[in-house]
């Protein structure tokens, strides 16, 4: 078993996971400003919480687009495993072939998607990833990344909306009562739940066209159950498709990683 680690820029999404299971999931706010030692300390809290014992645990995997907090964390599985953790990254093994213009450019949490979704679904795969951004990774029938699209986030779109004008104001998530809304705040529900919803079909459809083929669509991140309930295609809501990339990339990679490390793997 081990300790899969997704930071994004609003949340850390954490997770025990082998080949056989997956224990528990536990969702927090990333915090630039907190320490090695305050995150141990909300880990270790997760992880009892959870009825999981830290001597059970061989090894920790993180995946993270928020440099500052992927050293506290490195910290922090340091004192709770006393092993250096994996970060995905230069080094690191995927098996993916990445086609875009400068492999490098590529997030690891886009990285990481696209192996669990190769390990899981018939290819062609379009795979959104809804969080701060609403991210499409599009990877093709012979398994290579060929790239996608980066768009303003569900909640980024709506505080922007709320934020830059006079009368409008904030307002929660909420499903709204039908499509066409009679008043300001059915209209803002209606109008960034259905409109999300729609640019996910819209998008579908245009790939597609340009693939030549029909694709298999898989969502993920914390706004998918959100947007994807609303949409017309069939779209697959996977909630766990990160944890599961990084548990794949960990066995590709533990072997070496121990040997490079000095350290066994228990």
């Given at each position: 078993m081990i300790l899969a680690i997704d930071v994004g820029n609003s949340n850390i999404v954490l997770g025990c996971i082998d080949g056989e299971k997956l224990y528990f999931t536990a969702r927090v706010a990333t915090n630039r400003s907190k320490t090695s030692d305050e995150y141990a300390v909300i880990i270790k809290s997760m992880l009892e919480l959870n009825g999981m014992q830290l001597s059970n645990i061989e090894g920790g995997i993180i995946s993270s687009v928020v440099p500052a907090v992927t050293v506290a964390l490195k910290g922090a599985l340091r004192l709770l495993l006393g092993k250096e953790p994996m970060v995905v990254g230069a080094g690191i093994k995927t098996g993916l072939n990445i086609l875009i213009d400068n492999p490098g450019q590529l997030g690891s949490d886009l990285v990481v998607d696209a192996v669990a979704a190769l390990a899981e679904y018939p290819r062609p795969?379009?795979?959104?990833?809804?969080?701060?951004?609403?991210?499409?990774?599009?990877?093709?029938?012979?398994?290579?990344?060929?790239?996608?699209?980066?768009?303003?986030?569900?909640?980024?779109?709506?505080?922007?909306?709320?934020?830059?004008?006079?009368?409008?104001?904030?307002?929660?998530?909420?499903?709204?009562?039908?499509?066409?809304?009679?008043?300001?705040?059915?209209?803002?529900?209606?109008?960034?739940?259905?409109?999300?919803?729609?640019?996910?079909?819209?998008?579908?459809?245009?790939?597609?066209?340009?693939?030549?083929?029909?694709?298999?669509?898989?969502?993920?991140?914390?706004?998918?159950?959100?947007?994807?309930?609303?949409?017309?295609?069939?779209?697959?809501?996977?909630?766990?498709?990160?944890?599961?990339?990084?548990?794949?990339?960990?066995?590709?990679?533990?072997?070496?990683?121990?040997?490079?490390?000095?350290?066994?793997?228990r």
């Open positions: 795969i379009l795979i959104f990833d809804l969080g701060t951004a609403t991210t499409l990774s599009v990877v093709d029938d012979k398994g290579s990344y060929l790239g996608g699209m980066i768009i303003p986030g569900v909640t980024v779109s709506l505080e922007a909306l709320s934020s830059g004008t006079s009368q409008l104001p904030h307002i929660s998530l909420e499903d709204p009562k039908r499509v066409v809304g009679t008043n300001t705040v059915d209209c803002m529900k209606s109008g960034i739940i259905y409109g999300n919803a729609a640019m996910l079909d819209g998008i579908v459809d245009r790939v597609e066209q340009e693939l030549g083929q029909k694709a298999t669509t898989v969502a993920t991140g914390g706004l998918a159950r959100v947007i994807v309930p609303y949409c017309q295609r069939n779209i697959i809501c996977d909630d766990n498709l990160m944890l599961k990339g990084l548990r794949i990339i960990y066995q590709k990679n533990k072997d070496t990683w121990r040997d490079s490390k000095g350290s066994r793997c």
